[in-house]
């Protein structure tokens, strides 16, 4: 069992613990269900922020405003889910997010290797400028059964875990992406009980690769987006959002 796989196991049993413990669980307990899965002392944070956004208090503890805004979107998603409405706070968390300046291609690298060597700091602003692309893969994945705010918390908590578990030497993209993408179809397969979350975007990524290189040769001439959506029969939206995605994962340089 992998580490992301471990957490929401460890996370499952923490909530239930805290529902026959009248909503109130101690550090001890909570470092006792993630021993074993090699958490910072940070993901231990994060964990105690999850679970008080979902109405676990927990004994001497009290996590930071910022740490509790990565999952404040799912503290309304049974509300959400009522109504049918979007959450106020994933409209909050939206908004959030606009006032967050991505860091630049050229810092990243910095950024990573700051990381690398035990900078918090920097492991922070990977994070902080990667939650937009956690919002726009959950995109991906609507209509499937899950909200966008289960699908960006599992995002979130995917995108937390991947700064531990990066390669280096390793595309840093390609990485977070493909941890993102995993821990949104297992969420889909979780609730909705569902074998087959379609497919993913690295599928359909690979897809349109295929579809370029055989265009390309048969019109002798570069595709466009409409001739691509035809040729793989999904949409011209689809198409446009692949190439964006594609080349953001793609472009270190």
């Known amino acids: 069992m992998n580490e992301q796989a471990q957490l929401k196991e460890a996370l499952g049993a923490l909530l239930s613990l805290a529902s026959v413990s009248e909503g109130m669980l101690t550090m001890d307990q909570i470092l006792d269900a993630c021993e074993g899965i090699g958490l910072t002392d940070k993901q231990v944070e994060m964990v105690c922020a999850y679970l008080e956004m979902n109405q676990v208090k927990i004994q001497g503890f009290a996590a930071s405003e910022a740490d509790k805004s990565l999952f404040r979107d799912g503290a ?13 706070y994933f409209k909050m968390y939206l908004q959030e997010l606009e006032g967050i300046h991505p860091y630049t291609d050229e810092e990243e690298q910095d950024l990573i290797d700051a990381m690398l060597a035990g900078d918090g700091a920097a492991k922070e602003q990977l994070i902080e400028g990667n939650l937009h692309r956690v919002v726009q893969m959950s995109q991906e994945y609507l209509g499937q059964g899950v909200l966008a705010a289960d699908l ?15 390669v280096p030497g390793t595309n840093f993209r390609i990485h977070l992406l493909t941890e993102m993408e995993n821990a949104m179809v297992e969420a889909i397969r979780e ?38 959506a035809e040729y793989l029969h999904i949409s011209k939206e689809r198409v446009e ?8 994962a793609m472009n270190l340089d």
């Open 152 to 166: 960006v918390q599992e995002g979130n908590m995917a995108l937390i875990l991947a700064m531990e578990t990066y």
């Open 76 to 88: 309304a998603a049974a509300d959400e889910e009522k109504t049918g409405a979007d959450s106020a």
């Open 191 to 228: 609730q909705t009980g569902s074998m087959d979350a379609g497919h993913t975007l690295a599928a359909d990524a690979n897809a349109l690769m295929d579809a370029t290189e055989a265009l390309a040769e048969e019109l002798e001439r570069e595709a466009t987006a409409e001739e691509l």
């Open 241 to 248: 959002t692949l190439v964006k995605i594609s080349l953001d």
